[in-house]
T-cell receptor
Framework: GIQVEQSPPDLILQEGANSTLRCNFS?????LQWFHQNPWGQLINLFY???GTKQNGRLSATTVATERYSLLYISSSQTTDSGVYFC???????????FGKGTKLSVKP | GAVVSQHPSRVICKSGTSVKIECRSL??????MFWYRQFPKQSLMLMAT?????????EQGVEKDKFLINHASLTLSTLTVTSAHPEDSSFYIC?????????FGPGTRLTVL
């Protein structure tokens, strides 16, 4: 099956700093989503981005499908950005997603 | 929009009992819902795909007789953990598919004593 690797596994930032999270995947996909899991366990949709670039406020994402990677950019980080960021990919018609192991982000005040 | 609820949020039960978890899409209809399991500090593992009006598709290694899934309507899927044992303790999360995107419920923390 498809392998999904996220890096770095852990990231500690000072408030206001910028960061880039990476997601590599081992095969072609037709679905790629980024999620933020908050400390209470809720997964929050950030982007549906199987290809191209999108921006939403301080967050943006780019997926280069031909090179099998996606990047999530967080600018001017805030303490509320803390949590685990997951990349998930899929390629079936059902929409099944395979999750990476996540990047745990801690933003210090 | 695209809100998914789960009930209960937390349940503690004795070994050998069955527990039912409900997943509802509140403001959209979902032909397809998914059930995941997450162990502490680990990623989400897909357990099964639930399609309205048909049998669920289980991932390899997931016991279909132990984890019963019913998707009786376009807004409700249920997961029943039968004869629960301590090793079934985990965080169970459902999602519902809207076009190409999955939206997740808040999760159910199951503790089996």
């Amino acid at each position: 099956g498809i392998q999904v690797e996220q890096s770095p596994p852990d990231l500690i930032l000072q408030e206001g700093a910028n960061s880039t999270l990476r997601c590599n995947f081992s095969d072609s996909v037709n679905n790629l989503q980024w999620f933020h899991q908050n400390p209470w366990g809720q997964l929050i949709n950030l982007f549906y981005i199987p290809s191209g670039t999108k921006q939403n406020g301080r967050l943006s994402a780019t997926t280069v499908a031909t090179e099998r990677y996606s990047l999530l950019y967080i600018s001017s980080s805030q303490t509320t950005d803390s949590g685990v960021y997951f990349c998930a990919v899929g390629r079936g018609s059902q929409g099944n997603l395979i999750f990476g192991k996540g990047t745990k982000l801690s933003v210090k005040p | 929009g695209a809100v998914v609820s789960q009930h209960p949020s937390r349940v503690i039960c004795k070994s050998g009992t069955s527990v039912k978890i409900e997943c509802r899409s509140l403001d959209f209809q979902a032909t397809t819902m998914f059930w995941y399991r997450q162990f502490p500090k680990q990623s989400l593992m897909l357990m099964a795909t639930s399609n309205e009006g048909s049998k669920a598709t289980y991932e390899q290694g997931v016991e279909k007789d132990k984890f019963l899934i019913n998707h009786a309507s376009l807004t409700l899927s249920t997961l029943t953990v039968t004869s629960a044992h301590p090793e079934d303790s985990s965080f169970y999360i459902c999602s519902a598919k809207l076009t190409y995107t999955q939206y997740f419920g808040p999760g159910t923390r199951l503790t089996v004593l």
